[in-house]
């Protein structure tokens, strides 16, 4: 039995053993009534980037 175990050493077991685990995540549809639109004009710049120009993607939805 170990008493005690430092992160790195646990990190490295894991990681040696092949053990990970992740935040569980959820999926909802959105209740945004624009919703629709606003996905097609994002989908558009992919399509047709304009030239010339940056386009930055951001998810706004996210709070971390």
Known sequence: M???ISRETLRRNLRDGKV???TRTTR?????????????RVLAL????????QV????????D
Do not use: G, L, Q
């Open 2 to 4: 170990v008493a005690t």
């Open 20 to 22: 990970s685990w992740r």
């Open 28 to 40: 909802k549809a959105s209740t945004d009534s624009d919703f629709i639109a606003k996905m097609h």
């Open 46 to 53: 992919y399509d047709t980037p304009p030239t010339n120009e």
């Open 56 to 63: 930055t993607c951001v998810d706004a939805s996210r709070a």
